[in-house]
Structure formats: C-alpha cells, structure tokens
C-alpha cells in the first residue's frame, strides 16, 4: 500500500523524477521523461504494479520498517535515509538521479553506519503504468527487463535471484561497508548502457546542486525554504527544452477517494510564467532564458491558437485517457493520463505569460525581438476576444463564464505591453491600447464587483468569491489601500477560509456549487492561502501575514515539500506531488515579508 502523499521524498535527474517513501520504497518512476509511462507504478496502484524497496530485512507479510530519519543531503536533491535496528545496528540508503550524461539512472546506495545489519532488495519492474510484466534475463552478468521499446538494466555487486516476477537480493551490510544498486533505462533495440560509477555520480551530483544552489541571491530569514523550493522547481524543469511540469505526478487526488484526479506532467503556460517568476527574482536567468525559449517554439507564432499547456517539449496533443487497470491512489478513481483542459480557453493566461515576458525585459534578460514580436501579437488576439467568456485559471469542466480574474489578467497583459511599447522597445497602436486597458478596467469594475457586499466576485452576475481575486493588487490593477480591495480580501478570508485558516479556491457548495463540472469536494488550495499572505502584508497588516506565512510552512513535510492542497478535515496533503503552484508562492511571500521585515526573530 502506498504511503500518505507527505511521507514520500523527491528524487530526479531534470528530466524526470521518482518518489522514495519513508520505508525505503520508490513507488513512482517514469522513465525515460517526465510524462514517460512509468515502471513503477505503486503510487496508484498496490506493488503489482511495480515498485522498488530497499532497506532493513524483515519478517514475510510484516510491514517493511519506516526509516528513522531522512533528509537531503545539504542543499541537494541527494536523499539519506536511516534505520536503527535495536541490537544490530544503523544502516544508510543514499537515494539519488544523478543529472543526466546519457542512460537515465536511479541510483541507491546502502552503507553501514555501525554495526552489522540485514538487508533486503526487492525489484519488481512493470512496465506501462503497471500493465506489462517484462521479460527479465541476464546479458553478461547484468539482469535486464525488455518490453518493446523500453529496457531497464539493473546492475550491483550483491548476488541477486528472481521469484514470482520479482527480482531480489539478500545481504549484509557491515560498518564502513558500502554496497550500490543502479537502475538504467535504455532504449530496448539500443546496446547495453555503459556500467554505471555510482560513486562518481554521488560526488558530481553533489557538486551540480551545490553549484546551483550558490547562484541563489536570496540571503534573508526564510532560505531554508526558499532554498528548498527553488531546488523543487529545478527538478522540475525539463533540462532539454526548458520547460517546467506542474508536478511529476498523475492522478493524485484532490479528495480522497475522488475524481478530481489529474495529469500535471506538462508545461502550463500559468504555472511556468509564475514559476519563471520567482526564478528571475532569485538570481536564476538561465533557467528564465531557457523558459522563454521554449515557450517562443510552443507558441511558433500562432498566438490565436494558444494553448494553455504544452507537453514539456512543446507537444500539443495531450489526449487524456482513463487507466482502467489500476485501482487509484487510496481508491482514488480514475486514473488519468493526458489532459483535456489543454484544449480550453483561458484568457487569463495571456496576462500571466505577458507579465513573465514583463519581468524578464524589465530585469535585462538578453532581448529577444520575436518575444516583443510574440507579446504584440497575444494583444492583438485579446483586443477580439477579452470579452468572451472562458473556463477561467481552475480550468472548470463546467459552463464557460466571465470570470472577474481572467478579466483582470487580460487588463494585466494590456497594461505591460503598453510599458514595452513606452520603453521603446516595440511599437504598437499606444493611444487604441490605452483606450482597451480602461475599457476593461472599467468593464471589470462595473461588473465584476458587488457594491452591497463591497467586494469583488468569481464571475460576472455570480454572489461567489473566488481565491484569484486576491491577485487583483499583486497585479497593480487596483492599489492595496483601496476600500475595494480591503472588502474583498476581509470577504475571501471570512467565507471561504477552513477552520484551520487556510483558503479554498472558491466555493463547492452553494449557489455556484457546479461551477467546476465535478462532483465532490476538495482541499485547501496552498497557493491561495500564500496570495492571503501576501495581500495581507501588502494593506499593512504585516504581523498577520507573518503568522499565516509560518504556519502553511508548518505544513511542508519533513523535507520542506509541499502538494497542491491540504486536507483540513484529515490533516494531510492532497493532490499532485510536489507542486510548482505551491512551492512558487512561497518563494514570492518570502521574498516580500523579507522586504516588509515581517518576520520573527
């Protein structure tokens, strides 16, 4: 049975990522990318379909026993984890992706600590989503599984031995004693890949996380998070082409036991413009550049038929598709691959990518003309279609709308390329774009506003609130003091905050209860309890902010990771794991309470 979603670890190699739980078992892993079928899929399923288990022996049917400690290895994505075993001794695993130089491996090292103790393997490879059993043999002393067009090559010195499709080694590991265990993905029809060092990758993977992580130029109170963050947007960044998955993740829920179950390994346009973001405002331009790249192929000039994700080379046809086959992460049905909503309108996203554009221009990203060019022409679009109604920044399966945020994103991509146009840097209709940007400030203030309750709502006629509105003064489309925005923030915070003081993103219940399409409920969404953060600092009320601030970081797990939501009812994190959406507005209100000195101690 698969862990909580918090007692699992993450483990990559920049192209795609694995997740180690506290008992030694890696229960995800797709290989050779991100959005790969994966060869371990326990994480939705149970170890039928595939997972791969190292630690302390121990008795046939018991559970296998949880680490005592675990962390990463200083400011890496190097796991270490750790058994006592009373009477025997203490043993390390050391879990690690070393950055990718071929082959894609998963690399696990066992080292005594002291002592000796007992250790068990147990490989159990399945391929496609737990589908497939491989057909697994020995080629020159290495044990390989085949299924057509994927080979996994395992190689160790420990003596290994195959049962019940299920390859394992019994050993012993003594103090000062090291024993490796690499996994390697290889095209099947390709030769072998070279035998792996495990060694030197440990040092060269420490060194690449240790040289990253210096380029980091945030120095205040929260580094450790911050730091932490900036490490999980890394790995999820797709080093070949640059671009970012929103998770590494399909299909864990938002409710458990419910179907609002999801594929988040593609590149949102939302998710990687905010994500580029906080990069930039840390001292991260490479990636920034790398970003904008991909996006300027993605896009190919064709801004009319922008889509709001991408695979993460760019790929437009992300089919989604139900696994019928596996049971879901605790039950959680269905599972799905692909994602539907690549084919929505969200206008909202053309604000989002215009401000990334923005913020790279502004902090002297070297120019690029066709993203002047690219920005010019997503204006051009919105001049004909800001008015329609969209399914808005939660990608509702339910009726399109005029949601007030989608309304004020296009405000906000108008408002920034007026900025480039008066920097000199583009030229474009100044006067026409000026009139567009009060237009649809006023038509949002007209109608997307309640002056009886005096604040702002999820769409325009609705009485709901919506999270996205407090966006409406990190945006600067209305300042922090005005009254209309106090009423909002002081609404969203009364009626849709949890007991435990955290923010949903809108209502599942009530008049617009349908307004998602969905049936069930979900948890809190943590990016909307960070913008409550934010916007509380911003009217002042910077003590507050701090509070709420320290307490979503109290969420983290043990190793500072964050999913999408959290689950008040149960305590616990919910949703796709870890998640970009989560881990970038932290990095923002960090970098403001830091600004604010809001902050103990």
């Known amino acids: 049975m698969a862990g909580r979603i918090e007692d699992y670890a993450l483990i990559g190699d920049m192209q795609t990522a694995a997740l180690v739980c506290r008992n030694g078992t890696v229960d995800w892993l797709c290989l050779p990318r991100f959005d790969s079928h994966a060869v371990f899929a326990g994480l939705l399923g149970t170890e039928e379909h595939g997972f791969w288990r190292i630690g302390p022996a121990h008795a046939e049917g018991a559970e296998p026993p949880t680490a005592d400690r675990r962390r990463y290895a200083g400011d890496s994505l190097i796991l270490e984890s750790e058994w006592d075993q009373p009477g025997r001794g203490t043993v390390r695993v050391t879990d690690f992706m070393p950055p990718r130089d071929g082959a894609p491996q998963l690399v696990r090292i066992v080292e005594g600590v002291k002592g000796r103790v007992k250790m068990r393997s147990t490989l159990r490879m399945r391929f496609s989503y737990g589908r497939i059993v491989p057909w697994v043999h020995k080629v020159d002393g290495r044990t390989v599984a085949v299924a057509g067009p994927d080979s996994v090559w395992l190689d160790t010195e420990a003596e290994t031995h195959g049962k019940d499709l299920t390859t394992y080694s019994d050993f012993t590991v003594s103090a000062g004693e090291r024993i490796a265990f690499t996994i390697s993905w290889q095209p099947s029809h390709h030769n072998q890949p070279h035998l792996p060092d495990p060694e030197g990758a440990l040092e060269a993977t420490a060194e690449f996380w240790r040289d990253w992580v210096e380029q980091c130029t945030y120095r205040g109170p929260y580094r450790e998070a911050v730091i932490r963050s900036l490490i999980t947007l890394k790995a999820l960044t797709y080093a070949p082409t640059g671009g970012i998955v929103a998770a590494p993740t399909t299909s864990l829920p938002e409710e458990i036991g419910g179907v609002r179950n999801w594929d988040y390994r593609y590149t949102w346009l939302r998710d990687a413009a905010i994500t580029l973001s906080s990069l930039l405002r840390t001292g991260y331009r490479e990636e920034a550049r790398a970003w904008r790249e991909w996006l300027l192929r993605a896009v190919a000039g064709d801004p009319e038929n922008l889509q709001i994700m991408y695979g993460i080379a760019g790929e437009r046809e992300l089919g989604e598709a139900e696994l019928d086959w596996l049971p879901g992460y605790e039950g959680s049905t269905p599972v799905r691959v692909g994602n539907g909503a690549a084919a929505q309108l969200q206008l909202d996203v053309y604000g989002e990518v215009t401000e990334a554009l923005h913020l790279a221009h502004m902090t002297g990203l070297a120019r690029n003309d066709y993203a002047s060019v690219l920005q010019l022409k997503l204006i051009r679009y919105l001049e004909d279609h800001w008015m329609e109604p969209d399914e808005g920044i939660w990608e509702v399966r339910g009726p399109r709308r005029h949601f007030t945020h989608s309304k004020v994103m296009a405000w906000v991509a108008v408002d920034r390329t007026i900025k480039l146009i008066e920097s000199g840097d583009a030229d474009g209709p100044l006067e026409r774009w000026r009139e567009l940007r009060d237009d649809i400030h006023r038509d949002v203030c007209e109608k997307g506003y309640d002056p009886e309750r005096n604040t702002f709502t999820q769409s325009y006629g609705s009485r709901e609130l919506d999270a996205s509105l407090l966006l409406i003064p990190q945006m600067g489309f209305l300042p922090p003091d005005d009254k209309r925005v106090i ?115």
């Not at 923030?489 to 617009?512: K, N, V």
Request: aromatic residues 8%; proline residues 3%.
């Open 487 to 601: 009423g909002t923030i002081e609404a969203i915070q009364r009626e849709l905050s949890t007991e435990d003081g955290f923010i949903l993103r809108y209502p599942t219940e009530g008049e617009d209860a349908g307004v998602d399409g969905l049936e069930g409920d979900e948890g809190a969404f943590l990016a909307c309890s960070f913008w409550l953060a934010d916007d509380l600092a911003m009217i002042g009320r910077v003590d507050e902010a701090r509070k709420l601030f320290e307490k979503l970081l109290g969420l983290r797990n043990d190793l500072g990771l964050l999913a999408e939501e959290w689950d008040s009812r149960h305590q616990r994190q919910v949703g796709n794991f870890p998640q970009a959406f989560s881990h970038v507005p932290l990095i923002d209100t960090a970098l403001r309470l830091t600004a604010s000195g809001a902050y103990g101690g």
